[in-house]
């Protein structure tokens, strides 16, 4: 069963820093593509950032050059790191995992319960 967990969300002022991470359980991650995504106010939900499983990274124009995805092997785990946090970054932000890479698009089938981050001075 495909469990993903995230954490990391919270308050910060503009120009701040979060991580996030995406606990991940129930699949073989070396066969399988994750993706960070954010839903914000008014906003459908978007791709942030992409992960192939061969390593191809994708990020969506406005986080490029702020925001890294990485996935640690030894701990199962898929992080986002995000720098120069700006006031419209404020969103709950969910990961996901399917075997078919989706990149930024929306049809993962597997997706995490989401973790608020807020950026406001």
């Known amino acids: 069963q495909v469990q993903l967990v995230e954490s990391g969300g919270g308050s910060v002022q503009p120009g701040g820093s979060l991580r996030l991470s995406c606990s991940a359980s129930?699949?073989?991650?070396?066969?399988?593509?994750m993706g960070w995504f954010r839903k914000r106010p008014g906003i459908e939900r978007e791709g942030v950032a992409g992960?192939?499983?061969?390593?191809?990274?994708y990020y969506e124009d406005s986080v490029k050059g702020r925001f890294t995805v990485s996935f640690d092997n030894a701990k199962n785990t898929l992080y986002l790191q995000m720098n120069s946090l700006k006031p419209e970054d404020t969103a709950t932000y969910y990961c996901?995992?399917?075997?078919?890479?989706?990149?930024?698009?929306?049809?993962?089938?597997?997706w995490g319960q989401g973790t608020q981050v807020t950026v406001s001075s």
């Open positions: 996901a995992a399917d075997f078919v890479n989706y990149g930024l698009r929306l049809e993962y089938n597997y």
């Open positions: 129930g699949f073989p991650y070396s066969k399988y593509c």
């Open positions: 992960l192939d499983r061969d390593g191809t990274i």
